[in-house]
Every structure is written in C-alpha cells, then in structure tokens.
C-alpha cells in the first residue's frame, strides 16, 4: 500500500455521505454502499483502500460493521446555519439529558457546549480528533471548517478508546487533500430582531505527490438576548397550590427582593408571637420594607411579605449569552519516502463570552452582620446567621455579571506509515499529542461584604457633624441604612463596595501513543486482523482564585458574599495497552454471507486508581448480502478526574424540594439536628421555593472515598438495504447499559435524604442553626460532595433510515429519518440499603431541587428525558439549486410524580402532582443556489420557522427562563443567510 495513493481514499471517504449529496444537516448511519450494491468479498478488498471507522482501531473496506456509527458531513453542518459544532451535535436524538449550551446563563457562560450521549453527561462522552484525545471537550472550541464529517458512536467503547468513552464518543474527522481556498460570510437573527450573529471563515489548501497542507481562519460572534425580550421568560412565575388551596401561579421568584425581607422580633420557636411584639402587632413573622418609606419607623414602615413582595429576577437575565470567537487552524503532511509520512494538525481558539444575573444578594445567610446598635436599625435585634434574619437584594447596586476568557491550542504530530508483514500489508503510526486550556474570569458586581459588615457594625450621629459614624472610629467606614437600600448614601456605600473579582485557571495534556494494525494470516473466510498499541497520557489542571472570592468552608462565605471558590492543583497520568482482533470466521456459504468476530481488550494503570482491563467482544453476521445483523458487548469505564478529587469547595446555590425533618415529632435522627420536636418545624427555605446554601467539593475534602466507576455496555441491531428497493437502507438497535459505583457530585436533597434514611456518612455535611438560636433547625449549609453514588441502567432503541428515491425531471430527492427511544433511565442511590431510592426518569422532566434532579449526570440544573427523540428531513436538488426541510421532535414528558419516591413536585406545598407537556415539533427550511460563473453560491435559511415556543416549566422548577435552555429553542424563530466563494 503507497501512502500518495489518495483516489481510492477519496472515493470510500465520499461512500460515508451516499444518499445525502445535499444534505439537510441531520445525522445519517455509516452505510457503506447503496442498497443496490453489493458488499465487497476479501478479493475485492485487496483492489479497495482501507479506512478505519470510530469504534475500532481495524482498518477495513466494510464501513457497515458492528460499531453503531451515525455520520454528519460537512455539508450536512453547513446546511444548518449554525457556526458552531456543539449546536448541532446537540440536536442528536441520541443526545439527552441535562447539557449546557450558550442558551444557558445561570451555570452557564462560558460559551461552550457540553454532549451527553445516552443522558449519562458529557463527562461519559468521549471527544476526539482524527481519533485522539484533546484537552478541551467543548465542540464550540473546534473551528468547524476544519471538519470534514462527524462519526458518532453510541456505543460503549472503553476497550478501544479507555476512560470516559461510555456513553459513546464522538469523533470530529478532518479534512484531507484539501485544494484551492475558499471564503464564507454568515449573518443571521431571530424573528425579533436580536440575537444577531455573524462569521467569516477563510480555508485554504494545497496537495502534491509531497504532502498536503491546508489551513485558515474561522471568527464568529452572537450577541446577547435579554429575557424580557420573550414573553415566556419576561417574568418569573412559580406555581403554588396546597391541599386546601387550588393551584395558581404567580409572579416573583426569589424571597431575597429588593424592598427587603426581614424577620421580626417577637417569635416564639413554635411560630407563636410575644405579646406586645412587632410581630403580634403585625400579625406575621417576616416584612418588607413600603415603597418610598425609610425603614426607620419599625411600626409604620412595613408590610408583611408575602409572594407579591418576591423579586422578579427574569428581566436582566440572559436566554442567549454573548460569545465571539476567533481560530486559526493547520493541518499538514509530508511523505518522507514511499512509505512514510510526517503528519501535524494544529488548532488555536479564542473565545470570549460571559452571563449575567440579577443583582447581588445580601442577607444572613451569605454572612451579612447588622449590628443591633447600628443607627439605622430599628428593630433593636441583630441580624446575622446566629441572630434574627435578613434578606435583600442589591438591585441599586447594578447586575451581577462575569466575563470568561478562555483559549484552547491543541496539536497533534508524528510519523506514520506502511510496510508488509507475513505477507500482508500493516500500517504504523507513532505520535504524540499536547493541549494546553486556560481560562480567565473577570466577576462584577459583587459588594465586599467585610467592607459591609464594617459598615453595619454599630453607630451613632456625631452632634458635632451631624453625620453618621461607626463607633469604631475605622477610616473608610461608612454606615447606610440596609434597610432601605435606594437611600442616595445606601447607594453609594453599595456601589462603593462592589469590587471586580480575577481569578484563572489552566490545564495542560501530553499524550504519546504508538499504534499498527494489519494482517495475520489468512483463514477460509478471510484474513484475520490485529491491531495493537501503547499510550502514555499526562494531565495537570491549576487554579488560581481572586483573595476576595477565596470561601471559608467553615461557613461557605467569602469576603465577595456568593461565587466563593477556592483553588485546584493536582494531575495523574494513565498507561495503556489495546489490542484488537477481527476473525472471519465463515463467508459465502449457504446462509451466511458472512460471519465475523472482534474481540479487544486495553489494559490501563492510573497513578491514582490502579489498574483495569476494559474487554469488548463483537459479532457480525449478514445472512444475505442485503442484512447485516450485528451485536457488541463491552466493559466500560470511567476513573474519577482531578476535579473529583481534589476540588476544593466551591459556593453553590442548591434548592431543596422537601425536608424530611418537616413537622417531625421525634428525636435521634441526625438529619435533624436542632430541629424542634414539637411538630411545628417547616423548612423556611423549602416553603418559600427558596435557594439555600451549598459548597461544592471533591471528595477529598468531603473525606469520601472516590474509586472509578465501572459497567457494562449493550448493543444488537440490524442494518437492511434491500436490493429490490434501490437507495433505501434501514438500521435499528437496541442498547442496554448500566453503571455501578456511578460518580456523582452529590447534591443537597440527595445527601438529605440519604442521612435521613440511614446513610449516616452524608451526615456531617448537613449544618442546621442550633436549637436556642432565632432559627432553631433551619438549613445553614450543605456540602455536596463527589462520591461513588449508587447505579445507573440506561436503555432504549435506535432506528434510521435513508431513501434516495428515482431521478425525476423536477430533481432528485433524498428522504431520512433518524430517533432514539428511550425505555428506561433509572438511578439507584444506594443499592442494598434501607436508604436506596429509585428514580425513574424516563418520560419525565427533573426540576430543579429535586431529588432526581440532585444525581443529574451534569447540565444547567434540571435533566429532561423524553421517550421520544427524533430527526427527519427531505433533501431537494436540481442542477444549481438545492432545498432542505428538516424536523426535530422532543417527544412528550411530565414534570412531577404521584408517587412520593420520586421527590419531584412541581407545585411549591402541594405533593403528588404532574403536569403533562405534549410534544415539540421545530422545523427548519434552507435554500441554495451555486452561481457557477462566479464561483459562488447563496444559502438563505429559517431554522424554527413556526416559532414555536419552549415549554412553559415555572421559575421554581427551573433555573433559566422558566424553561429548560439544555433542550429546547429560546430564541424563536431564526432567519440566517451565507455567501461562500470558492478560488
């Protein structure tokens, strides 16, 4: 085999998009011939040259094999409109579960895009290039005009690949042989005019009998799109119902508003008032300050708070973050010989992007401190996280806001080449990889709370000034009325303690591999095939965070009140060994066109979790030349990060759907520590809908034990391409995986739930307020670790089909379907013991505080799983013309549980309810036109071109819009247009 051979190379790379020469952007499995055609036997594959396929390290003709592939060409990404990869990866029926995208703002913001394969999160998907690792797996980071197709496995494949590859893997394939330049400009906006965004590509290349090299540039930008601009995300409305009140909905959303919610003096822990006390006068336990009053007058000044007085936060949020990007890209080869090739790709990525919130919270609970002597309190208690409560919001204060700089440089070089061996032709590839990731933010809008509280501390009016000064005498102090926050010296003092914040983080990964593959020694039915080889991987990740970020885990505060982190150091290294055999075993006999068997294995040793062997054992059977029936069983595996491990906590917001200790009459359950025993206890933060107080940590400061998580994976399917219904080929599969020892980042109701029912080593990361406090029994704090959480079993069916109907005089037509059932996605939290739960999440929404929602693989907060999933699309062309509808179907859901195992209830107070959601259906239209004589061809497009709206989910389920931005189209309908012009 002549490595400058590249003819035949060309013809079986353009066999992957057969049945889609305009391609309407929606996946299609890796047929390897039309349905007219006839697979090629062992003598015709000596004529053919090899490739390999994602899922195997085998070089071989067949591209129908035992691997599930579905395959995106270039013009399949083109046809979208879409200038990144991560939004059209992400519209797989294969992908679910909770994914984060630009769409999400709240645990959003960096620009990037998670993929989820199978609902098991983007840490069980694997991302490569030309089938290598890379450091950063967001796609949105890959210049999409260095691809020339997407293959994407969806199937288990840790004996090919190694760790994280559960779910599957997608594999971004780059162009080769590129020849000539061409230029790209896009535009595009949504219906309501904004979210405007536009790019420029510039590719270039050049192929001799010498080598190839290709190389250009790619800069994109899309603006940011405020809530208030939709009508379903203007306002945030939660639903609230009880047994003896209907269900209604309401405007609001966050108990910390800007007119302040403050706890009265005068209640008993049994919620009765003193006599005499502001809180018998005013008949409630909590206040807000009346609109234009001072907060001075404690009688007269207030109101009780009710569910009017919560903050609407939806108005300054985002439903579409800004982002803009620039990268560079290179890829080239030279032959050094016959039969050997020095090869490099190299790419470089900048982005930057950011979120915004609404104003900064402050209150008791993120270490706000008013002194009971304070001048301006006239409540004459104090208000701190031991002391009476306090909650506001510091809208006078501006948003709050981050800025993410993040760059990505990855290259990949080596040598590889061919030689013969026991006759048969093999081929060697010795290389080596390195990525290098960094990050900068840059946080607004956060007031130094010791500067605050310094500030709250006491005071008194000097009579020789007539101003206002700490008793402490400290220079810089300045005291202002919490109270009333839009007071001309609140605002100030505000605004004078609201700092920018600067932290950064970098990873580095060096991979070194050395791999061959090809021909044994022939049987019968063929030539058995070996692949083998060896890598070395390294990784490193630092962190360093701004001082006035830093939190405390004692209390989980910082010195900027919320986004505490801490920083990270830490890196392991992985050596690995594969091999993998392919067997024919029968062929050309009397039902059995063929049979064939691959059996891998890869050993690999972590220099944290030891060693595993990861084993796959595959089968292929085609009956007849039209049926292909196949079947693959494989281990799989996934070993904790460095993040797992070794995070330090990091401040979080979690909500709580429900607290076990509610109305508890008994004591002796660690759980409820604190908690009065008289029956009278409620959740104040549970009742209002109300976020509270979490630290995120690794497991090493949480003292868990973390060890790697390990399963198995299923699939057996069938692809058809009948002879007597030319261009028609179909496929489905049916696919099973489970994990045990699932690696999770705890969340709060989980680890409520579990010390509660018995899982005492989740106890120590709850914190109550001690009984004799104000607030004897509420939640202050819990941490949520990463651990080894239980069992996931994930299951379902694809099915895709193809049909390239006859040429007509009106032009050709190309028709497909892809969509993914799923028919079981459980998670299991404690397997065996009297604390376990069952979630069955399929079908259903996961809201957000939920116990389903708390052990989400990873996404925005909230986790969907559809039954249904689906894309279809009808593909036109004639001569200079080309047409495209495409379909995409989230299929039916509910969102809630009759039954109380499931702990998602949707209605704030009211337990055991659903809410049903039918079915979205978006469609998207694209038209083209190639003006020969100018080298140049237009493509106009609508992607929801009936604008349908998300589904409306209510703020308090979600944490985004009222929606879930992982899943479904925030902006409405899409018009974009591009010109491209090739040299």
């Not at 979208?80 to 990869?85: A, D, E, I, P, S």
């Not at 966050?254 to 006599?275: H, K, M, R, W």
Request: glycine share 12%; hydrophobic share 35%; net charge negative.
């Amino acid at each position: 085999m002549n490595i400058n051979t590249n003819k035949l190379a060309t013809s079986v790379r353009t066999a992957l998009t057969i049945g889609a020469v305009i391609a309407a952007g929606v996946a299609m499995p890796a047929f390897a011939q039309d349905a007219n055609q006839k697979p090629a036997d062992q003598k015709d594959a000596t004529t053919l040259q090899t490739i390999t396929v994602t899922g195997s390290h085998i070089r071989r003709v067949d591209l129908e094999t035992s691997n599930p592939v579905v395959t995106i060409d270039a013009a399949q990404i083109k046809a979208t409109g879409k200038l990144t990869l991560g939004d059209i990866v992400q519209q797989l029926p294969a992908v679910t579960g909770g994914n984060v995208n630009p769409q999400v703002n709240n645990a959003g913001g960096t620009g990037g895009s998670s993929v989820g394969l199978r609902g098991l999160g983007s840490q069980r998907t694997l991302i490569l290039i030309d089938g290598k690792r890379i450091i950063n797996g967001d796609p949105n980071s890959i210049p999409a005009d260095m691809i020339e197709r997407i293959e994407v496995l969806t199937d288990g494949a840790s004996s090919v690949y190694g760790s994280d590859a559960i779910g599957g893997v997608v594999n971004f394939v780059l162009k080769k042989d590129y020849q000539g330049a061409q230029f790209a400009v896009n535009y595009g906006q949504s219906g309501h005019a904004d979210g405007r965004s536009k790019g420029y590509t510039f590719t270039f290349g050049q192929t001799s009998d010498k080598g190839s090299i290709m190389g250009g540039i790619d800069y994109n930008k899309t603006e940011a799109v405020l809530a208030k601009n939709r009508d379903f995300s203007k306002n945030s409305v939660s639903v609230f119902g009880s047994s003896q009140t209907p269900v209604y909905s309401y405007v609001g959303g966050s108990s910390f508003p800007a007119y302040g919610n403050i706890q009265l003096p005068g209640v008993n822990p049994d919620g009765s008032f003193q006599a005499g006390s502001l809180a018998a006068q005013y008949g409630c336990k909590n206040v807000a300050l009346n609109p234009g009053a001072s907060g001075q007058n404690a009688a007269t000044d207030y109101h009780c708070f009710t569910n009017a007085d919560k903050y609407n936060y939806a108005t300054v949020n985002l439903i579409q973050t800004p982002q803009e990007r620039t990268s560079m890209f290179l890829k080239g080869t030279y032959n050094l010989g016959d039969h050997v090739q020095a090869y490099f790709d190299g790419y470089h990525n900048k982005t930057s992007s950011g979120f915004q919130l609404a104003p900064a919270l402050l209150g008791a609970p993120y270490g706000a401190v008013i002194s009971a002597n304070s001048y301006y309190n006239p409540f004459g208690v104090e208000f701190s996280s031991a002391g009476n409560d306090y909650r506001a919001r510091l809208v006078s204060a501006g948003n709050r806001s981050a800025n993410y700089g993040t760059s990505t440089d990855q290259i990949h070089t080596g040598f590889k080449g061919d030689f013969t061996f026991l006759d048969h032709d093999w081929n060697w590839d010795v290389g080596m990889g390195y990525g290098h990731f960094s990050q900068q933010i840059v946080t607004r809008g956060l007031p130094n709370q010791d500067k605050l509280n310094a500030d709250l501390g006491p005071s008194h009016l000097d009579p020789a000034t007539g101003q206002v000064v700490c008793d402490s005498g400290a220079n810089g102090c300045t005291p202002f009325n919490p109270f009333n926050l839009f007071d001309p010296n609140s605002v100030a003092a505000l605004q004078a303690a609201a700092v920018p914040a600067i932290s950064n983080n970098f990873s580095i990964e060096r991979t070194y591999s050395a791999d061959v593959n090809g021909g044994l020694f022939e049987l019968p039915a063929g030539t058995v095939q070996l692949a083998a080889g060896v890598s070395y991987r390294k990784e490193y990740t630092h962190s360093e965070i701004d001082p006035l970020l830093l939190i405390d885990p004692a209390t989980g505060n910082c010195t900027l009140g919320s986004q505490c982190s801490s920083p990270l150091r830490g890196g392991y290294n992985v050596k690995e060994g594969y091999a993998e055999a392919f067997i024919p075993v029968l062929s050309d006999l009397p039902g059995v066109q063929a049979l064939n068997v691959t059996i891998g294995d890869r050993y690999s040793k972590f220099s944290t979790f030891g060693s595993t062997n990861n084993t796959k054992f595959a089968v292929e059977y085609r009956p007849i030349s039209d049926l292909l029936l196949r079947g693959t069983v494989s281990k799989v595996f996934r070993a904790p990060t460095i993040g797992d491990v070794y995070n330090s906590p990091i401040s979080d917001a979690p909500k709580l759907a429900s607290d076990p200790c509610d109305g508890t009459t008994t004591a002796g359950n660690p759980a409820c520590v604190g908690v009065p025993t008289d029956g009278s206890f409620v959740n104040r933060d549970v009742a209002l809908g109300q976020q509270i107080k979490g630290v995120i940590s690794g497991s090493q400061y949480a003292n868990f034990p973390l060890g790697p998580e390990r399963g198995k994976s299923f699939d057996w399917g069938f692809v058809y391409s009948p002879s007597y219904v030319p261009g028609l080929s179909f496929s489905a599969d049916i696919w099973k995986v489970y994990l045990n020892d699932t690696i999770s980042a705890i969340g709060a109701q989980t680890v409520l739930d579990l010390c509660y029912n018995g899982a005492t080593q989740y106890c120590p990361l709850i914190s109550r307020a001690p009984a004799g406090s104000a607030n004897p029994g509420q939640i202050t704090q819990i941490v949520e670790p990463t651990g080894n959480l239980g069992r996931t079993d994930v299951g379902g069916v694809d099915i895709s089909g193809r049909y390239k109907l006859p040429q007509f005089s009106f032009g050709t037509f190309v028709v497909g379907l892809d969509a993914t059932y799923l028919s079981r996605y459980d998670q299991q939290t404690a397997p065996g013991t009297a604390a376990n739960t069952v979630y069955h999440d399929a079908g259903h929404f996961q809201p957000f505080g939920s116990g389903a929602a708390s052990t989400c693989p990873s996404g925005g907060g909230v986790c969907l799983f559809p039954r249904w999933r689906g894309n279809t699309f009808v593909n036109w062309n004639l001569d200079n013309w080309s047409a495209s509808w495409r379909m995409r179907y989230i299929g039916a859901f509910r969102n809630g549980s009759k039954s109380p195992s499931q702990d998602t209830n949707p209605v704030q107070g009211l337990a055991g309810y659903e809410f049903k959601y039918g079915a979205t259906v978006y469609n998207d239209v694209q038209v083209g036109y190639n003006f020969e004589p100018l080298n140049t061809r237009v493509d106009l497009g609508i992607n929801n071109a009936f604008d349908k709206k998300p589904p409306f989910l209510y703020a308090n389920n979600t944490l985004n819009a009222n929606t879930d931005p992982s899943d479904f189209d925030l902006q409405g309908r899409y018009y974009w247009a591009r010109v491209t012009v090739t040299f």
